[in-house]
């Protein structure tokens, strides 16, 4: 039994996953996969495209139960579960304000949100609707949504895809600020490397599909100080531990 | 709009007001083709009546008394409240019910193929078959006539709510259960918006057809109502009555029509007619 509070990680072990088609093919999406990402850091699961990242995510998430292996998630007060979806998905018949106070638990339904809101330039929409939203925007609330919940795990699955570069630099640094302010054990799905370099502590390398665990990354450089000249190094020391990773498969360094 | 009293010197400039009075007329003009098609109706009707007179063709005129005889005397306003409760009742038993079993025939696959017959055999039963077996089985009393509208607008609930319930959205269920709504949450803000359209598509077609159905369950078990006055007047050859009670519940259709089902639907749809 592990006190609560103290330096619980999210331990993963999945022994396997196999989706089964109707005709009865059935496809190896993982094996063996088992990392770890310690409490209060920011890490990236990276792969090749097709490998299994985001069906990691929705075992992690427990929207798969159809798995063998195990995994356990942070602890604190609450528990709770945080994620920012590929899409946004946020209710269309709702109002940005009522989207993220939806997901508070009951005794946070009264936070007062300008501050998160502020933070992630969203105190002019709060009355808007989705609909009313650009994808950037929409992506923000998602954002928004998760960090306001306070949550001991926070999940991100390519949270800046398809968005034109300016508008996702933007959103990556907003998401930087807003995790800084209040860390907490996070781990994003995605398939930029250079992304991975700017954000995490920690970068997953994964394999193609069955995915395993290739390699980890580890970047002790804080945040602040990833200048251009500092994230060139970095990438050049990535490309000397993997390989052929940052060309290819993995799309633009 | 902007109504100056006359002889107000007018600041702006009068292209701006050429512009809201052509707004103005575009605005109204649906309204104002709705009123000259009921009054070519009228005008046709009374032509028709006046140059072939018989007493099983009124005039609108002879209708209008009769519509203000009974109402002045109590009677219409009383049968018409009559009528309007069963509709109410029936109604609001046939959307209740047929809600819940179609959204569930439409979240469970196995169910939905055990009960599809069921569905199918229902929605095919005449209605007027259930009707005279409803008064058979339990009587000739309200509840059998409320029970037995209700059983022949249910099966065309249940079709349409299953559709809808298929068509959810698994991503919102996903993006719930992550956030752990209550299950009070999860119904008012993700399930029903999602079935706000076929739920108001399944009480617009509810509300026309029940309406007609319960004159015909007045007609043959009841002794007051919309339904039985027709009856009675369609004994004493009386036309005229006959006209005015339609046209009254009509009218009263109508009313609900504008006044309750449209704001509504108006209000549940709001988030959507404000495109980015």
């Known amino acids: 039994m592990q006190p609560v509070g103290a330096a619980a990680p999210l331990r993963v072990d999945i022994a396997e996953k196999t989706f089964r088609s109707s005709e009865g093919v059935s496809m190896t999406a993982l094996k063996d996969l088992a990392f770890e990402v310690r409490r209060d850091e920011f890490a990236c699961l990276v792969g090749p495209s097709g490998c299994g990242k985001t069906t990691t995510l929705r075992i992690l998430l427990g929207l798969d139960t159809d798995f063998t292996g195990s995994f356990q998630l942070p602890r604190n007060e609450g528990s709770r579960i945080a994620a920012v979806f590929q899409e946004p998905i946020l209710l269309p018949w709702r109002t940005v304000e009522q989207n993220v106070r939806l997901a508070l638990p009951k005794d946070m339904r009264d936070t007062d949100l300008t501050p998160l809101f502020d933070s992630l330039g969203l105190s002019q929409m709060r009355s808007l609707y989705p609909s009313e939203l650009s994808l950037g925007l929409a992506r923000r609330v998602a954002v928004a949504r998760a960090f306001a919940i306070e949550p001991a795990m926070l999940f991100l699955d390519e949270p800046f895809v398809s968005l034109d570069e300016q508008t996702a630099e933007r959103l990556r640094y907003l998401v930087l600020a807003v995790w800084s302010a209040r860390p907490t054990t996070a781990l994003m799905v995605t398939h930029n490397v250079r992304e991975a370099l700017m954000l995490s502590d920690r970068i997953i390398l994964l394999s193609a599909r069955p995915a395993h665990v290739q390699g980890y990354f580890d970047i002790r450089i804080p945040r602040e100080s990833r200048s251009p000249q500092v994230m060139s190094d970095l990438a050049r020391s990535f490309r000397q531990k993997f390989p052929g990773i940052m060309r290819g498969e993995l799309g633009q360094p | ?276």
Not at chain 2, 237 to 247: M, N, Q, S
């Open chain 2, 1 to 276: 709009m902007n109504l100056r009293q006359p002889g107000t010197p007018a600041p702006h400039d009068f292209q701006a007001n050429h512009a809201t009075a052509r707004s103005l007329l575009a605005s109204i003009t649906p309204a104002l083709t709705v009123i000259a098609s009921l009054v070519g109706l009228y005008l046709l009707w009374h032509v028709a009546a006046t140059v072939w007179p018989s007493r099983a063709f009124p005039t609108p005129h002879q209708v209008w008394t009769v519509l203000v005889k009974d109402t002045v005397n109590g009677e219409l306003p009383y049968n018409l409240a009559i009528t309007l409760a069963r509709v109410v009742a029936a109604f609001v038993l046939a959307m209740a019910i047929g809600s819940a079993v179609g959204i569930l025939l439409g979240m469970y696959r196995r169910a939905d193929r055990f009960f599809n017959a069921w569905v199918i055999l229902f929605l095919n039963i005449p209605a007027l078959v259930i009707i005279v077996l409803a008064y058979i089985w339990f009587g000739l009393n309200e509840v059998a006539a409320i029970g037995a509208v209700a059983v022949n607008k249910i099966p065309t609930v249940v079709v349409t709510m299953r559709e809808g319930a298929r068509a959810l959205d698994p991503r919102f269920g996903e993006m719930a259960s992550v956030y752990r709504f209550s299950t009070l949450d999860r119904l008012r803000h993700v399930l029903l918006p999602q079935l706000q359209p076929y739920f108001a598509a399944a009480a617009r077609s509810g509300i026309a057809l029940i309406w007609k159905i319960v004159l015909v369950v007045e007609l043959l078990g009841r002794s007051n109502g919309v339904g039985f006055q027709i009856h009675l007047y369609f004994q004493l050859f009386d036309v005229a009555a006959i006209l005015a009670y339609t046209l009254a519940f009509v009218a009263v259709m109508l009313l609900i029509e504008l006044l309750l089902v449209q704001p509504f639907e108006r209000y549940a749809t709001r988030w959507r007619r404000r495109p980015a």
